[in-house]
């Protein structure tokens, strides 16, 4: 049982594990204490070198964005005016006591 659960740790830090190679014979090697961390700082590095961002996370971001786009396209098309400016931030209320009555 024991080497079952230090197999499964082993995978989990090899998913979580990069290296860089600064020099032919030198490396930093790091594990990331989770895949978040681990997505921010392989899309980082691939972008200062240049690289496209392949992340999960990024994939994620993306498809967010685009499904944002659309439905803008989309109210576009229906002649929805959609302003420029953001709606103004209402007064807060005098009282924070709200209660609700159902009867």
Known sequence: MKEKGALKQNKEALELAFSILYDPDETLNFIAPNKYEYCIWI?????????DMVSDLTKSDLDTLLSMEMKLRLLDLENVQIPEEPPPIPKEPSSYDFVYHYG
């Open 43 to 51: 899309d980082g590095l691939n972008a200062l070198v240049g690289k």
